[in-house]
């Protein structure tokens, strides 16, 4: 290959990096599970999911992300269900809309005793078929740490990777403290009710307390998965502070979700994208330098 051809490709290639890349392509629909403990303290959580996903559903159109589809994965019920991670019909098939999910939220048992959150969103990943062109998210909803099943070969590395794999965020709304009593953090911040039902936010914020595991096995999970965790404390306080939490949370949702790569998108290196502008700018210097000796 001569010299000119080898620039144009080089140079094409720059190019497409940047199209691709800058920005990565948002989605425009949405796949969202919740993934939720079935033990016998968690009947006013199931309660929430109901009220909480219609306000969800109608924020996410608001904001031009339609024809969401929700799922429902339990974990730690009785024997009638299993205690690992297992489907809940959804308006008769693994997704429906978000009345459908109310609904299906009362099939939820309510007498478990092992709760592995991790078999849970194990399932949920490897069970559940993704739409290619949706924002694919995951909401653990669980007051008890981590009870590892006998025999699981889950992992924090395991699990973490079959998010990443499809661009997957999880939230985590569990029994755990963040900094200030935040009702949840993310990256970049803290989340406060503002005591008349709606919210504030802070730069900043770590997990301070948790049951058992939570911090190391769920929160963490949630924040290296470009996810956020929530204080499912503040949710049980009821009245103003619940109405701040349900705020706080669909808006959070909201903006991961319209800001996500789809599932079927494939991220580039970091140092690709990096490296493209800098060999733009290389080979312009050289053309440049040419044109000049000319």
């Known amino acids: 290959m001569n010299a000119s051809k080898l620039r144009n490709v080089v140079f094409g290639g720059a190019a497409l990096l940047l199209s691709v890349a800058a920005p990565l392509q948002a989605a425009t629909t949405a796949d ?34 339609t ?16 205690i690992p991670g297992h489907g809940h019909s959804v308006g008769g098939g693994d997704f429906g809309t978000a009345a459908q999910l109310a609904t299906a939220a009362g099939s939820l048992s309510l007498s478990g005793a092992t709760e592995d959150g991790y078999s849970g969103i194990e399932y949920a990943l490897n069970n559940y078929s993704f739409r290619s062109n949706a924002a694919a998210n995951v909401i653990l909803i669980t007051d008890e740490d981590r009870d590892t099943l006998s025999g ?13 794999g499809k661009n997957a965020l999880l939230n985590a709304v569990v029994n755990a403290g963040f900094t200030n009593g935040a009702l949840g953090i993310d990256g970049t911040d803290s989340y406060f009710a503002d005591g008349s039902g709606d919210y504030t936010t ?11 595991s939570t911090l190391s096995d769920y ?12 204080n499912l404390n503040l949710l ?18 909201v903006g ?36 000049t000796a000319a």
């Open 152 to 164: 699981s070969t889950n992992t924090y590395a395991s699990i973490l990777g079959l998010l990443q």
């Open 256 to 291: 991961e979700i319209i800001n996500q790569p789809p599932t079927g998108v494939v991220p580039i290196p970091a140092a690709a994208i990096m490296f493209a502008p800098a060999l733009l700018g290389f080979l312009g210097l050289r053309r440049k330098t040419k044109a």
């Open 67 to 82: 024809g969401n589809q929700y799922g429902l994965v339990g974990f730690g019920g009785n024997s009638s269900h299993g």
């Open 32 to 65: 969202i599970l919740f993934v939720v403990d079935e033990s016998g303290s968690m009947s006013g959580e199931h309660s929430w999911i109901g009220s909480m996903v219609a306000a969800l559903d109608t924020a996410l159109i608001g904001a031009g992300v």
């Open 219 to 230: 929160v963490s999970l949630a924040l290296d998965s470009s996810g956020a965790a929530w």
């Open 236 to 253: 049980r306080q009821g009245g103003l502070t619940a109405e701040s939490f349900t705020a706080a949370f669909v808006d959070i949702k």
């Open 202 to 212: 802070s730069p900043g914020g770590v997990g301070v307390s948790g049951s058992g």
